[in-house]
């Protein structure tokens, strides 16, 4: 039995299918498969929208690549993202472009480091993120591009922030202003519901949907690939994980182009989103209507019981939590803990998928070839 249909759950059910020929129930509390990657075409306009925020897939690794494509074709997309700050555009994340267009004058990409290095050199030791961002950016960046963006996003004080969130975005001295660094980048070319349906295509797998894993009872006797929240399973018994929810506020617009772009950033605090989606720009390969249009705001807040859980907070307080769940988890017989929400883990989604092939390939095949032999 598999517990949630995302990318995890999916993977998983379909390769015990059709590699093992085992017979696989998956069960999923939503009223639709695909997890949090999930679109759906918006009636009016015939436009695929991300009902759970924009999904861009990228990878570099081989296996997830060819795995994804036995499923779906990718377009060519390349994600570029623009952000405003006061009342200029300028493109994210931060490159050679951005620190021309900022200081007003054409810099070689030497002028630049030199420049960025002045302004970088007051913090010796990065402790939290602002440090970290003012030794990547320099001060005057950092205050126009990520303060106020990063105080919107977390509603945390920056400097109470790890590190490390800020090292997850490029600062590069060249023009590329490429989003993701990743060799395969693109989106699925018929949508990403006709991905996962067909993941889910196979006569040996049952999913059934609006069903939630805590309301079934004994699962019987076998054994179980568990996707939803860690703390969920042992009924918060050690307290509740700390997690971010987003609040996508969707309208459709009699328009053909809302802003020339599919994600526009905004970075002063005073505007109470984070950034603008507009769908179209998804796939300008497709038909669209020229005269509307569907874009989504993006407000992100603390997440409280019966929210989507979407980003992991990580305070000191959750990761002691985390290390008793997961102590938990290990005495769990024939229970296996997967995915986002069941690690407790930012992924993305071909990590998601990578660590469900490594999953099925070290722990659930072994035990069941080891199974058939006896
Ligand atoms: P999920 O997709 O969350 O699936 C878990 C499923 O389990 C859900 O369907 C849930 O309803 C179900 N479930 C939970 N509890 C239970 C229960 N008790 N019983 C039954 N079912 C249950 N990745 C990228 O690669 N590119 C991107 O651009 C990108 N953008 C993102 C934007 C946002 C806002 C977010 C939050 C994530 C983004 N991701 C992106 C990450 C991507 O969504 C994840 O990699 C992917 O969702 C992981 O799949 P999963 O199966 O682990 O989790
Ligand atoms: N960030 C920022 N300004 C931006 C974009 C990102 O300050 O215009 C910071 C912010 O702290 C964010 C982090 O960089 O949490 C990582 O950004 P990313 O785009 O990876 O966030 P995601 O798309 O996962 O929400």
């Given at each position: 039995?598999?517990?949630?249909?995302?990318?995890?759950?999916?993977?998983?059910?379909?390769?015990?299918?059709?590699?093992?020929?085992?017979?696989?129930?998956?069960?999923?509390?939503?009223d639709?498969?695909?997890?949090?990657?999930?679109?759906?075409?918006?009636?009016?306009?015939?436009i695929?929208?991300?009902?759970?925020?924009?999904?861009?897939?990228?990878?570099?690794?081989?296996?997830?690549?060819?795995?994804?494509?036995?499923?779906?074709?990718?377009?060519?997309?390349?994600?570029?993202?623009?952000?405003?700050?006061?009342?200029?555009?300028?493109?994210?994340?931060?490159?050679?472009?951005?620190?021309?267009?900022?200081?007003?004058?054409?810099?070689?990409?030497?002028?630049?480091?030199?420049?960025?290095?002045?302004?970088?050199?007051?913090?010796?030791?990065?402790?939290?993120?602002?440090?970290?961002?003012?030794?990547?950016?320099?001060?005057?960046?950092?205050?126009?591009?990520?303060?106020?963006?990063?105080?919107?996003?977390?509603?945390?004080?920056?400097?109470?922030?790890?590190?490390?969130?800020?090292?997850?975005?490029?600062?590069?001295?060249?023009?590329?202003?490429s989003?993701?660094?990743?060799?395969?980048?693109?989106?699925?070319?018929?949508?990403?519901?006709?991905?996962?349906?067909r993941?889910?295509?196979?006569?040996?797998?049952?999913?059934r949907?609006?069903?939630?894993?805590?309301?079934?009872?004994?699962?019987?006797?076998?054994?179980?690939?568990?996707?939803?929240?860690l703390?969920?399973?042992?009924?918060?018994?050690?307290?509740?994980?700390?997690?971010?929810?987003?609040?996508?506020?969707?309208?459709?617009?009699?328009?053909?182009?809302?802003?020339?772009?599919?994600?526009?950033?905004?970075?002063?605090?005073?505007?109470?989103?984070?950034?603008v989606?507009?769908?179209?720009?998804?796939?300008?390969?497709?038909?669209?209507?020229?005269?509307?249009?569907?874009?989504?705001?993006?407000?992100?807040?603390?997440?409280?019981?019966?929210?989507?859980?979407?980003?992991?907070?990580?305070?000191?307080?959750?990761?002691?939590?985390?290390a008793?769940?997961?102590?938990?988890?290990?005495?769990?017989?024939?229970?296996?803990?997967?995915?986002?929400?069941?690690?407790?883990?930012?992924?993305?989604?071909?990590?998601?998928?990578?660590?469900?092939?490594?999953?099925?390939?070290?722990?659930?095949?072994p035990?069941?070839?080891?199974?058939?032999?006896?």
């Open positions: 039995m598999v517990a949630g249909a995302g990318l995890f759950g999916l993977t998983v059910a379909e390769r015990c299918a059709r590699d093992l020929g085992l017979r696989v129930l998956v069960v999923e509390r939503r639709h498969i695909g997890g949090n990657a999930y679109s759906e075409v918006e009636p009016s306009t015939g695929e929208v991300h009902r759970y925020g924009a999904h861009l897939f990228h990878t570099s690794n081989e296996r997830v690549w060819e795995y994804v494509n036995q499923f779906t074709a990718f377009t060519d997309y390349r994600h570029r993202v623009f952000t405003i700050a006061g009342d200029r555009v300028y493109p994210m994340p931060i490159n050679l472009a951005t620190i021309c267009a900022y200081f007003g004058r054409a810099m070689s990409p030497g002028e630049a480091r030199a420049l960025i290095a002045a302004q970088a050199g007051e913090v010796a030791h990065p402790a939290n993120l602002e440090e970290k961002a003012i030794s990547l950016v320099g001060r005057p960046l950092y205050e126009a591009f990520i303060r106020g963006y990063t105080a919107k996003q977390w509603q945390t004080d920056p400097r109470e922030l790890p590190a490390e969130i800020i090292t997850r975005l490029p600062m590069r001295y060249t023009f590329d202003d989003y993701f660094a990743d060799r395969y980048q693109g989106l699925p070319v018929g949508g990403y519901t006709a991905w996962l349906e993941m889910a295509d196979h006569p040996l797998i049952e999913v949907l609006g069903t939630d894993f805590a309301e079934l009872g004994a699962a019987g006797n076998v054994p179980v690939v568990y996707t939803g929240p703390d969920g399973y042992f009924g918060r018994a050690e307290g509740a994980l700390g997690w971010r929810t987003l609040d996508f506020e969707f309208e459709v617009l009699a328009q053909g182009d809302f802003q020339g772009t599919s994600v526009m950033n905004y970075a002063d605090e005073h505007v109470p989103y984070t950034r989606h507009e769908f179209r720009h998804f796939h300008p390969e497709r038909d669209y209507p020229g005269d509307r249009t569907v874009i989504a705001r993006e407000y992100s807040r603390f997440a409280g019981p019966g929210d989507e859980p979407y980003y992991p907070i990580g305070t000191p307080t959750d990761r002691a939590r985390l008793r769940y997961r102590e938990l988890a290990r005495a769990e017989k024939d229970v296996l803990f997967g995915g986002r929400l069941g690690t407790y883990t930012y992924l993305d989604m071909h990590m998601a998928i990578a660590s469900a092939l490594a999953m099925y390939g070290n722990r659930i095949r035990r069941f070839l080891r199974q058939a032999r006896v």
